[in-house]
């Protein structure tokens, strides 16, 4: 089964405020991390990655987070826009398992006006 | 620069039946990976093909098959389709092997009757 997992089915952020979607793993040899989004009726798209060597890698509005203690990772979105209505994705690479990527179940946020 | 295309966009099919669906990479990548998405079992791994060569399979019955050319584009064959078949067929694109970066088509979304 998968080992990525997202601590939250769904999302609601009011527009314009942060929103923080959680992701847990659990193979600690994971060494490379992306987050998706998927809007409605196409593939996912690549928002940005953090590899094992770094705890935070930003990105324009976006800002991933990785704490390899506690296995977690997070997605900060700031100022949340009506186009970030999405389902979002984590995915991981494992060192051992070179030629795939494991996704977790997914966060739907929904951006109210 | 265009985006990874896939083809055909929509299908349906009935029991038994075989389909193959493609897959085109952005210019210049040489990797493809094809994923399954349901609702129930998110985003599976199917395979990945780099060089005309696969490099990984998931845990998917033989029925599933694929295979890429030298110009980097790449099919996927299911044959003696089953209703459970039926799902977003996604494929990725990256420059390399490996499952860095990569960047997905809008699927092929088939429905098995």
């Known amino acids: 089964g998968e080992s990525v997992g997202l601590h939250l089915p769904t999302l609601s952020v009011q527009e314009g405020d942060n929103s923080i979607i959680n992701c847990a793993y659990s193979n600690s040899a994971s060494d490379y991390f992306i987050w998706y989004k998927q809007e409605s009726g196409k593939g996912p798209q690549f928002i940005i990655d953090?590899?094992?060597?770094?705890d935070k890698r930003q990105g324009q509005r976006v800002t991933v987070l990785l704490n390899k203690t506690v296995k977690h990772l997070s997605l900060q979105i700031a100022a949340t826009q009506p186009g970030d209505s999405a389902v979002y994705f984590c995915a991981e690479k494992i060192r051992s398992n070179d030629y795939k990527l494991s996704f977790g179940a997914g966060t739907t946020v929904t951006v109210r006006a | 620069k265009a985006g990874v295309t896939q083809t055909p966009r929509y299908l349906i099919k009935t029991r038994g039946q075989q389909v193959t669906l493609s897959c085109s990479p952005i210019?210049?990548?040489?990797?493809v990976s094809w994923y399954q998405q349901t609702p129930g079992q998110g985003l599976q791994f199917l395979f990945e093909y780099f060089s005309e060569t696969q490099r990984n399979k998931g845990n998917f019955p033989g029925r599933f098959s694929g295979r890429q050319f030298s110009n980097s584009r790449s099919e996927m064959n299911v044959s003696t389709l089953e209703l459970g078949d039926s799902a977003l067929y996604l494929c990725?694109?990256?420059?390399?092997?490996?499952?860095?970066?990569?960047?997905f088509g809008p699927g092929t979304r088939l429905t098995v009757t």
């Open positions: 953090i590899r094992s060597n770094m």
């Open positions: 210019s210049g990548h040489r990797s």
């Open positions: 990725a694109s990256s420059a390399t092997q490996g499952a860095y970066e990569q960047y």
